[in-house]
């Protein structure tokens, strides 16, 4: 059996489980309902078995029996209350006790030491004396009988009967489903029971959640003693479980209602029917004995399987507290020579106290044979968990891209400090909860061309999407790129995630790609223009590729500026939107997202003297100020061709901005604003060729690589005149 289950029976909770359609059973209320839609009936503290008079219409009732196991027996509890109905003051000093069991075996009994003080019993009050007795191993509750007599020095033996009372045969601890049971703490009343359970099951075992809830009823604070709560089986096996929020001497006011978390852990081996919540507290009894004293018991409702789905609240516990979680995505996606499997998880404090985020592990499990750790990162930026606060996690695995299963199961853990005795010290993995998933739904929906998809980690908050594609032509292969804006959705300022980024054709084909980056921070609303380019090869066409990008992460963070992602979460999928190939026709508005272009008082001369031909024109070079990009070895190529074919020349331009110095005619750099520009060529040969100079064409390129260019713009001139 795998050691993952066989972790601390102080564990955990609630599972949930997922998938479209089949999925695995969390279990829950026979008919539903949670705990708290039933009728509240209060029962009395463990019931009487009975009274004797004690003259006039004062009783004293037995009640509260119950048998605690001890290493070298049992030790029987039980209370005797003495109710005076009469006018005048009581003192116990005048009454006992005794206690007998089978065949008629007396056990000595002594006052807990609590209650060893106590003697008088005010007139018209009733007050409690709680008793011990050592008892044989194999006595059972109704194997006892307890004999109350007064003592009276006129009788032999110096003691006068009073009555008799036996345990009944059926004589039942426990708490029906559905009704809450009083217990007495610190003399006050504190109403008990359990407002709601879930339990959910993995491969061995059932992890259960119950809430016990309790109610101060008196007019005092209650003092809680110290508890202890275990699940029994119907076997009568008792497994422990761990309370959530409870501390040593707290005080319980009054109307105040405290629910208190259990959870913990039992093999799928006992079954999931006739289990029952004991409730006990630890109590000093004499002679140096401590026992567990039963609070209350309650009989836990049968559980029934219920579909969960993707996208729901499921709580968990934790020593810490409560918690909610939300699967809100398992994907498998592409890396290199591999795929990952990648969940997403909404943590939730829907509480009233602020959480830790829970120190998270986890593993995936495919068609219940093959089990891959996980590693989990995360991405928002937060300390703790408020209130109405959320924290999002990612899991992580590779497997081989060629690797086929049908269902996949996230189990999330814990990881906590501590060992078993004998072992060394060591982080425990203790199960959460288990999600399942059908591999038919991992798929990353791609949004249709131009759409926008969102990012909406705390902190990290940006918006993405395609502005428009370009091919440029290459000797192996054409050089696909999309123009991806990102917009900082966060208040201040913020640098942006670095991205992983593929292209993924209609067959599978994954191919790699390169992103410019920008390291500068980001204002709020504030966009940035990343050029993701790829080399296509023949055969494919861009418009059925898809551009899948993701955050890329290293170990179990974020990728830092100059660090190489081994992995990516928070996928998100492109549609490309079509490519305009044909160039305009004008040399106006020249669009190169973000910046734009235009040409005007365009013209030609020739110097005679020096065969100097000279292009000149004036231009307007803007930018969208609110973009920030990268466009390092871009360049604007100005081309002019001669219509006969007898001559040509061009030059290229880098993109500068209002920071970049203008540096006068021949600047490498086109200067945003309005500007003028001239471009020559030493041609002596070219006076001679007059005659068939007619028209040329000029030509505007955008270039990402020398030898990689697209046409953008063209149109005819003649020569040596001026045009607008």
């Known amino acids: 059996m795998d050691n993952r289950w066989k972790q601390s029976l102080a564990a955990l909770s609630l599972a949930a489980v997922l998938a479209s359609g089949t999925v695995a059973p969390a279990l829950v209320y026979a008919d539903g309902a949670p705990a708290a839609a039933a009728t509240e009936e209060v029962l009395n503290p463990l019931p009487p078995i009975g009274s004797v008079s004690i003259g006039g219409n004062s009783t004293i009732e037995v009640s509260r029996v119950v048998l605690s196991p001890v290493e070298d027996g049992n030790v029987a509890t039980f209370t005797l209350t003495v109710h005076n109905k009469g006018a005048t003051e009581l003192q116990f000093i005048d009454y006992w006790v005794r206690l007998h069991g089978p065949g008629g075996t007396q056990f000595p009994v002594g006052l807990i030491p609590e209650d060893k003080l106590k003697n008088r019993i005010p007139a018209y009050s009733s007050v409690d004396f709680r008793f011990s007795a050592r008892v044989g191993k194999d006595t059972k509750l109704t194997d006892l009988s307890f004999n109350l007599i007064r003592w009276d020095f006129t009788v032999p033996n110096f003691e006068r009967q009073l009555g008799s009372v036996k345990v009944p045969d059926n004589y039942n601890l426990y708490t029906p489903v559905g009704k809450k049971r009083m217990a007495i703490f610190n003399n006050e009343p504190v109403k008990t029971g359990i407002k709601r359970i879930a339990v959910s099951k993995n491969d061995t075992d059932y992890m259960p959640t119950i809430y016990f809830e309790m109610e101060n009823s008196g007019t005092r604070a209650a003092k809680l003693p110290e508890m202890q709560f275990s699940l029994r089986t119907s076997e009568g096996l008792e497994y422990p479980l761990t309370a959530s929020g409870l501390e040593k001497d707290m005080l319980l006011n009054p109307r105040v209602v405290k629910e208190v978390p259990l959870t913990g852990t039992l093999p799928v081996s006992v079954g999931e029917t006739g289990w029952q919540l004991v409730v006990t507290h630890t109590s000093e009894v004499g002679d140096g004995l401590t026992v567990r004293i039963p609070v209350a018991s309650f009989q836990l409702p049968q559980a029934t399987t219920e579909d969960v789905s993707l996208g729901q609240d499921y709580e968990f516990s934790t020593p810490a507290g409560t918690y909610t979680a939300e699967l809100e995505s398992l994907k498998r996606l592409p890396w290199?020579?591999?795929?990952?499997?990648?969940?997403?998880?909404?943590?939730?404090?829907?509480?009233?106290?602020?959480?830790?985020?829970?120190?998270?592990?986890?593993y995936f499990k495919l068609d219940d044979a093959v089990d891959v750790e996980a590693r989990v990162v995360r991405t928002d930026k937060i300390l703790s968990l408020r209130p109405g606060q959320e924290v999002a996690v990612q899991y992580i695995s590779k497997v081989p891209y060629t690797y086929d299963f049908s269902e996949i199961k996230l189990y999330m853990q814990e990881s906590r400090e501590g060992a078993k005795e004998g072992e060394t010290p060591s982080a425990q993995k203790v199960d959460l909860l288990q999600f399942v998933h059908n591999s038919d739904m991992m798929i990353v929906p791609a949004v249709g061309s131009g759409q926008p998809q969102s990012i909406n980690d705390v902190g990290r908050q940006a918006q993405y999407a395609v502005k428009e594609i370009h091919t440029y032509a290459g000797k192996t292969g054409d050089v696909l790129v999309t123009l991806l804006e990102v917009e900082n959705k966060e208040k201040r300022f913020t640098e942006l995630s670095k991205l992983v980024a593929h292209f993924v054709s209609p067959?599978?084909?994954?191919?790699?790609?390169?992103?410019?980056?920008?390291?500068?921070?980001?204002?709020?609303?504030?966009?940035?223009?990343?050029?993701?380019?790829?080399?296509?090869?023949?055969?494919?066409?861009?418009n059925d590729l898809q551009l899948f990008i993701g955050q890329g992460v290293i170990e179990n963070r974020l990728v830092e500026q100059d660090e190489a992602a081994d992995a990516y979460v928070q996928p998100l999928a492109f549609a490309l939107p079509y490519e305009h190939t044909e160039p305009q026709m004008d040399l106006k508005d020249i669009k190169m997202y973000p910046y734009t272009v235009s040409l005007s008082n365009i013209g030609t001369t020739l110097n005679f003297n020096s065969g100097e031909v000279k292009l000149s024109f004036d231009y307007l070079f803007e930018k969208d100020l609110m973009v920030l990009t990268n466009t390092e070895n871009h360049k604007v190529v100005f081309e002019l061709v001669d219509k006969s074919g007898t001559t040509s020349f061009s030059q290229e331009f880098g993109l500068g901005s209002e920071d970049t110095p203008e540096q006068g005619e021949g600047t490498s750099n086109l200067q945003l604003g309005s500007h003028s520009l001239s471009i020559t060529k030493n041609d002596p040969e070219l006076v001679y060729r007059l005659d068939s100079l007619n028209d040329f064409t000029l030509n505007v390129y955008y270039q990402i690589q020398p030898g990689q260019r697209k046409l953008l713009a063209s149109r005819e001139f003649e020569w040596f005149k001026l045009h607008d």
Do not use: C, Q, Y
Request: glycine residues 12%; charged residues 25%.
């Open 507 to 542: 067959e599978g084909t994954v191919l790699p790609t390169e992103i410019s980056e920008v390291k500068s921070k980001v204002g709020p609303n504030g966009k940035v223009l990343l050029h993701v380019s790829g080399i296509i090869p023949e055969g494919l066409k861009a």
């Open 336 to 362: 290199e020579d591999e795929d990952l499997l990648t969940g997403r998880i909404i943590i939730k404090n829907k509480g009233k106290t602020s959480l830790p985020v829970p120190n998270l592990a986890g």
